[in-house]
Every structure is written in C-alpha cells, then in structure tokens.
C-alpha cells in the first residue's frame, strides 16, 4: 500500500499592506476572513467538509486570542469545524500548515485550513503593571468611596502612567532583530552594498510580477486593492544608499530600504490528503514531501536557522540544491539572507556545525524569490509562511520545476525548512 500524500490543493493572500495604511481599521480577525473567504471562494470547497483549521498569529488580540476559531466561524465554516491557533513567531504560518500535514499523515484528517495573519496597524497596548494591579482592585476599592478612589493613586509614578506596546525585542536576549541582523552581516563579510543590491532585486522582481499579472491567480483583492504598497518599482541604488544605519549607528549597514517593512495581511493554504483531493476533483499543485525545524542560539545565530533546518530537509529527502529549482526564502533582512547564502555553500561552515557533513552548496539568485520576497511584498508575521508555500508551488507549476525549497529563520534562534515535490499525478 503507498504512503498517504498530504497535497497542497491551493494558497492565495489578501494583498499585504504597509502597517496604518489600507487595513488600519481592521482587527487581525478581519484580516483573517478576507483570506479565508476569498480561498473558499477560490476553490468552490464546501466549508463543512473541513475537518480542522489551523491558523497562525504572533500579536494576539486577547479578545480574539483563538482567532483561527473566531474567524473560521465568521467565514462560514460550520461551527462543528474545530480550530486552534499556532503562534511560533515569523513561521507561525508555516507550523500551522505543517501540524495540519501532520494531521493528515497520521489519519486524524483529510482536509485542513491553514494560513496565518497578522496587524501591525491595531496592536493591544497595555498598561504599566503598577496600573494594571491597581485596574484589577478598582472594584474593591470603590466600594470604599472617595478616599477608596484615591487609594489607588497611592504609590504611583509618572512614569507608571506611560502604555506599554508590545516589543519586538527578544524576551531573552532583550536585542531587537535589525541589531542581530547587522552583526550576522558583518560576521559573514556581507556588506551594505550586497544588501542594498539584494533588496533592489527583491523589489524590481516584486514588482514585475505584479504588473506582468504572476499574482493574480495568488492575490484576492480586498478593500479594493490587489497590488501591495511597500513595492518600490522606481528605486535605484542610489536613493537606497541615501538611507541612514537603522540599528547599529553610525556603521551599521542595515537600513529601512534592506529590512521588511511592518506590515498587514493574512494567507490562507488548502491541505488535503491526495486521495480526498482527487475524491473531490481538486488538481493539487504540489505535494508537501517533507519539513524541518530548527533551533539555535539566539544570542548569536539567531537569524541563521534557515542554513540548519535546510540542510536537515535535504538530508531527509537525499535532494540536493542541484535538485531544487524553486527557492522561496523569507527575507526578514537582506543581510540575513546573504549571510546564510554565505554558510550554505560554505565547506568550513559545513565541517564545523554539520558533524562533519556536506555544505548545502550555493544557491544561484535566479532560483531565489523571483516574484519578490518580504523586503518588498512586505511581512506580516503570522502570514508570511502561506505566502511563501502558495508561491512556491505556483512558481513550480509555471516554470515546469520538480523540487521547491522554502526556508524562514524566525524569532528566538528558530527556523523552518520544508521540500514541496510539484504534482504531477497519482502516485503508483
């Protein structure tokens, strides 16, 4: 008997949006709707043959903290449907579509939702903790009159009265990414140059397949937008290398123009296993073949994960780079992506922290993010990873190339790696 196939059937997004722009009155919630409305309407699916929903996020929203649920209801998804949330920073999207494949392999579904989203533009702003003790002993204290009132006043600073956003720094590290980003460039010789030559490549590209009509089988419009606005088709290197150190001052060499922007958006990815999807008609794009994580110090390697989780998912699969045509990588910064290039075709790199195994070998730019990367489509936290599968597997079907690479480092020293196969049939 073959091995079950967890098939992707299709992906789409709703256009990712610059933080406090087109989307900066929605919730993450709504956000959420729009994808996974616009997918069910892209695949005709009928929503009570979901067996599970899995939808990832990184800000929660505490009022919609199960919010794969929350907008699974809103979306016309039977409320028999069960749904949780998946939050493991920027693959949060890719967990979500890889606990789903999980699902399936293991016989507990047959058909799952996946995706993720994200807002920048609403995000929960708290209170100082002194204020907040205080909030949660008002109604107590009230009880007591003016001077119960007063009371809570008793001890509090100015300082006190100041909101609390929520901080992209790393809990444990307390370092915000652009600082790790600009030390892991200079560690592997990447200068401002190769990052500003690199970001250029992700907008020029971005922006070709935009107005050459490669998302449009990919994007649902929403809020009467299809293109996405952090594209810059008409920079050049010389209004990039206007641009002032954004971190490390004054020599560091990531900028706003070489690092993904803040950003709203969400995704949504249709998994079956292959004998439902053929059951129901559906030609899958592509099938999801195997998937790795990875984890390292993120004091610091934490942006280099991808070089790890990748060379795990080629040693599973017995692929190497020359197999693989397609490259979908997350670009959080371009001197991530450089510098794992870098460690990647690296043989000293490979000898000293893969127990003495091959480099991954380098990776031509041709295959990389051809359509655009988060430098310039922008990177929604939660969304990111069904942007990056969906493109994919439309790239492998457009472009007639077996084998896809997606790969995403993540907050915290994590990473996910993972080989799409295109679909080419029934297996025999």
């Known amino acids: 008997m073959a091995a079950r196939r967890v098939v992707l059937v ?27 409305r616009g997918l069910l309407t892209k695949t005709a699916l009928d929503p009570a043959h979901i067996d599970y929903i899995l939808y990832g996020t990184v800000i929660q929203e505490s009022r919609t903290s199960n919010i794969a649920r929350e907008a699974a209801v809103n979306s016309g998804v039977p409320m028999s449907v069960p749904s949780h949330t998946v939050t493991q920073a920027c693959i949060s999207a890719n967990q979500a579509l890889t606990t789903g494949a999980e699902k399936i392999l293991a016989g507990k579904a047959d058909i799952v939702l996946t995706g993720g989203c994200e807002t920048f533009s609403d995000v929960p702003i708290r209170f100082s903790r002194p204020v907040r003790q205080r909030f949660l002993g008002a109604a107590k204290a009230m009880k007591k009159g003016p001077a119960g009132a007063l009371g809570l006043l008793k001890g509090l600073q100015m300082k006190d009265l100041a909101p609390e956003a929520p901080s992209i720094a790393n809990y444990t590290t307390g370092e915000v990414m652009g600082h790790s980003a600009d030390r892991l460039a200079c560690r592997f010789g990447v200068s ?13 590209n971005a922006y070709k397949a935009h107005t050459e009509g490669m998302y449009d089988d990919e994007i649902v419009g929403a809020n009467g937008e299809t293109f ?45 296993s ?20 990875a984890a390292v110090d993120p004091f610091e390697d934490l942006l280099l994960g991808p070089t790890y989780a990748t060379q795990q998912v080629l040693r599973e699969t017995g692929l190497n780079m020359k197999d693989i045509g397609v490259v979908e990588f997350h670009e959080a910064f371009a001197g991530q992506v450089l510098a794992n290039l870098t460690a990647m075709a690296s043989p000293t790199f490979a000898t000293e922290n893969f127990n003495g195994g091959d480099a991954i070998g380098e990776i031509p730019k041709e295959k990389i993010n051809t359509r655009g990367g988060s430098l310039s489509l922008g990177h929604p936290f939660g969304a990111t990873g069904g942007r990056l599968v969906t493109t994919a597997s439309n ?10 690479l997606v790969t995403a480092c993540a907050d915290g020293g994590l990473a996910h790696s993972a080989i799409l196969e295109k679909w080419e049939g029934p297996q025999k």
């Open 228 to 272: 996405e606005n952090n594209i810059k088709g008409d920079t050049d290197m010389a209004k990039m290398g206007k641009l002032k150190p954004a971190f490390i001052k004054p020599h560091g060499t990531i900028t706003a123009a070489n690092a993904s922007p803040l950003t709203d958006g969400a995704s949504a990815v249709l998994i079956m």
């Open 192 to 204: 401002r140059n190769d990052q500003d030559e690199y970001a250029l490549m992700s907008h020029t």
């Open 395 to 404: 790239r492998m079907r457009d472009d007639g190339h077996k084998y896809a």
């Open 274 to 293: 292959e004998e439902k999807a053929l059951e129901l008609g559906y030609t899958p794009k592509s099938i999801l073949k195997s998937w790795s994580y």
């Open 10 to 36: 299709d992906g789409c997004r709703i256009p990712f949006q610059l933080s406090s722009t087109v989307y900066k009155n929605e919730l993450a919630v709504d956000l959420a709707q729009k994808a996974m």
